[in-house]
């Protein structure tokens, strides 16, 4: 229990504060103060266990994505929604708001029980992989319906998360409580990161299968603070030193030099797309350190290459929604996640655009804290919107404030350019349409009001505690040919987080298995593997249980492959065939059923199934 009384001096020290920022629009303002109230109530009515419930069935401390049940039906509760929505509760509480405290708990619990369920991406124990299940149950039950799964930013987000609660109990000497409750739930996720990072996996929008910038960069900052915290801890985060290879995959493979931005997916087959994307903005400002340098990695807001990217990503979408009238810089307009986007319309999304004012305000504060601005020929198409006469060079004094206010009113242009499109009641929904501006899709969805909350924060100069990007660890700066596919084997540690209200799952006794296929797809078509066993599926022949798709990161013309490696209960037969999805239809391969036995206990074989499949053209 967090002790109330004590909380509030203690913690307000802890907080970073700059100046209010000058020459705001005092309409702005208000409208930003005015709507901050409303958004924080419209996150805590989606969160089951509190009185303002919008959700009847939501387990407590529970985040329903959207209360929407239709069109789209977001009634479920997302690892990584959850955590950033959680993250901005915590942060709120740090700011003040103590009474957040009990939902925070129930979060705790819920978060605990969720790493035990067993669900088609697969289980705690012994090897973690269920850890990458993107949704669940409101009520805290596995979802077996298709899905882009595994999603391996979400143990790394709920670390982040309850990693940002270490330094409230720190501050109130119960060190050793966040050791015993927090800690075991913190290194399992961190496990899986250390684990899994170097495989593909569904980026943030569940779409494209590969390697995420939003994904690795959340990694990285996990397994980095998690080795500062473990230090404090007086432990050993095994898996943590993982996170100079992430760094530098991410440092040597994602800048796009022909296009100047940062690409969203690398390791990705039959996907058409720019790699223009909002992903590494949302990226910036979930790693945002108040106290990094500009230069210190290239994920930071301040950092010339995402400044760049920022540029490329807005000025896509300047003519592109009839909404925008096609504004030119110093401009602003509404933007979507990317743009070849048709997802309920491929609109403008409310988080995306507060998004991309959030990495403004933030980028602000750290060349301000700084001191000095240096623009090189990555970010001068940036700094030119702003300041048309800039050149590349040092900028210092009056001549950098007067830049940053260019900056910080470009950043409010971003917030402006939602406000009108708010109805009365203040609700923000997932998108809004790109030529009335009008809602769309899901209603009220929560992590568009938490984007409203944390940009608004940073809008007033408030920002989270330093979670330790400067500190050397986090930049360990391993050249291009130093980059290695490594992974830390945790499978066998995974533990149910007791002390955090996890349930002592019996561990069943699994061995490892790889399903791998060669099969001619054509673009958008996906291959998929349906079992007699729970992890894939159920039943044979049956479309309604198909639930595991195939990887196709090995995929080339010449080897046409699919895979899933995955933990299968040991020493039985299971019985499965492949499935190819071609749009809303399932095609059936025609081949006697193919068994395959799963390795006995304790034996390590890890049982291979190469198979070839045809399907027959429909
Ligand atoms: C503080 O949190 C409570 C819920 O615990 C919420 O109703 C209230 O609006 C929050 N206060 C502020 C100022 O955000
Ligand atoms: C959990 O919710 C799902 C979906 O609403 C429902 O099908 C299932 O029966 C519920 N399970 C339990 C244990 O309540
Ligand atoms: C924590 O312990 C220190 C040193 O014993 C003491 O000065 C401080 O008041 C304590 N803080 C709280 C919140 O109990
Ligand atoms: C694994 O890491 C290596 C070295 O950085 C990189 O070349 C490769 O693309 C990575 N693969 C995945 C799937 O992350
Ligand atoms: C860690 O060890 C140091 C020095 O031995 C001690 O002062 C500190 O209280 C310990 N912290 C925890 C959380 O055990
Ligand atoms: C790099 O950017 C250029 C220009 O936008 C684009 O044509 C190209 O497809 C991009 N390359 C990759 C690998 O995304
Ligand atoms: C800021 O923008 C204004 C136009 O809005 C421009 O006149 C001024 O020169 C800019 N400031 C700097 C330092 O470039
Ligand atoms: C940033 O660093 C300074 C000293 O270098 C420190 O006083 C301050 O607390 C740090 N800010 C945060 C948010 O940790
Ligand atoms: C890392 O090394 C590369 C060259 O290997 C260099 O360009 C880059 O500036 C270095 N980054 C940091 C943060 O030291
Ligand atoms: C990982 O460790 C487990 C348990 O020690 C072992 O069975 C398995 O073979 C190891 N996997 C790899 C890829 O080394
Ligand atoms: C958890 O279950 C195992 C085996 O079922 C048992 O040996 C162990 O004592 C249990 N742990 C706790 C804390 O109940
Ligand atoms: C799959 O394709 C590879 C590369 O062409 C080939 O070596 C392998 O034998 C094929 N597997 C089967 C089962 O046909």
């Not at 303002?29 to 958004?39: D, K, L, M, N, W």
């Not at 009001?449 to 809008?459: I, K, L």
């Not at 330093?466 to 830390?488: D, V």
């Amino acid at each position: 229990m967090l002790c109330s009384s004590l909380l509030l001096a203690s913690l307000l020290t802890l907080t970073a504060s700059s100046p209010s920022l000058d020459r705001r629009q005092a309409s702005l303002s208000t409208f930003v103060s005015q709507e901050q109230a409303i958004a924080i109530q419209g996150v805590l009515a989606n969160i089951g266990g509190l009185n303002s419930s919008l959700v009847p069935g939501a387990s407590p401390g529970v985040v329903v994505a959207s209360p929407s049940t239709v069109n789209p039906n977001y009634f479920y509760t997302w690892t990584r929604d959850s955590a950033l929505t959680y993250r901005m509760l915590i942060e709120e509480l740090i700011f003040g708001n103590l009474t957040l405290r009990k939902t925070i708990e129930d979060y705790t619990a819920a978060q605990a029980i969720v790493q035990t369920v067993t669900n088609p991406s697969g289980s705690l124990w012994p090897a973690g992989d269920g850890l990458g299940e993107a949704k669940f149950y409101t009520n805290l039950t596995r979802f077996d319906g298709t899905w882009g799964r595994p999603q391996r930013d979400g143990p790394a987000l709920r670390a982040i998360t309850f990693m940002e609660l270490a330094p409230v109990l720190f501050n109130l000497n119960e060190t050793a409580l966040y050791k015993q409750i927090y800690w075991p739930l913190v290194l399992n996720d961190l496990r899986y990161v250390g684990q899994y990072w170097n495989q593909t996996g569904y980026d943030l929008w569940e779409e494209v299968h590969g390697s995420s910038f939003f994904t690795l960069a959340n990694q990285h900052r996990a397994l980095v603070q998690g080795a500062l915290l473990a230090r404090q801890l007086n432990t050993t985060c095994q898996p943590c030193a993982q996170a100079p290879q992430i760094l530098c995959f991410l440092q040597n493979n994602f800048w796009n030099a022909t296009g100047g931005y940062l690409t969203a997916d690398v390791n990705v087959n039959n996907v058409v797309r720019s790699g223009i994307n909002s992903d590494p903005i949302l990226a910036s400002i979930s790693v945002f350190d108040a106290n990094a340098t500009c230069n210190a990695s290239d994920f930071q807001p301040c950092n010339s290459k995402m400044l760049a990217t920022h540029k490329v990503l807005v000025d896509s979408f300047r003519s592109l929604y009839p909404i925008n009238n096609n504004a030119q810089p110093p401009n602003a307009v509404l933007i979507g996640r990317y743009p070849e986007d048709t997802y309920y319309g491929g609109n403008p999304w409310a988080l995306c655009t507060l998004g991309a004012a959030e990495m403004l305000y933030d980028a602000v504060h750290q060349i301000r804290t700084v001191g000095q601005l240096t623009v090189d020929k990555y970010s001068l198409p940036f700094f030119k919107d702003l300041s048309p006469t800039i050149s590349v060079g040092s900028y210092t004094g009056d001549v950098l404030n007067q830049i940053l206010v260019n900056m910080t009113t470009y950043a409010d242009g971003f917030v402006s350019a939602v406000q009108p499109h708010l109805p009365p009641n203040g609700s923000i929904s997932e998108q809004f349409d790109r030529t009335t501006g009008f809602s769309t899709s899901a209603s009220k969805l929560t992590w568009s009001f938490a984007s409203f909350v944390t940009m608004s924060r940073r809008r007033a100069g408030q920002f989270p505690l330093s979670w330790g990007a400067s500190n050397p660890l986090a930049n360990t700066n391993l050249t291009s040919s130093q980059c290695r596919g490594t992974s830390f084997n945790a499978t066998g540690n995974y533990t149910p987080a007791l002390a955090a209200g996890a349930p002592n799952v019996t561990k069943d006794c699994e061995s490892e298995v790889i399903f791998s296929v060669n099969a001619t797809t054509a673009f958008g078509q996906n291959i998929f593997i349906l079992g007699n066993v729970t992890k894939l599926g159920g039943a044979l022949n049956n479309a309604d249980d198909i639930i595991l798709p195939l990887n196709p990161g090995n995929y080339t013309s010449t080897t046409p492959q699919w895979y899933v490696d995955l933990w299968l209960k040991a020493g039985q037969t299971v019985a499965y065939q492949y499935v190819l999805q071609n749009g809303a239809q399932w095609v059936f391969e025609q081949h006697p059923v193919r068994t395959l036995r799963v390795g006995a206990c304790g034996s390590g074989r890890i049982a291979r199934a190469n198979d070839a499949a045809t399907f027959p053209s429909s």
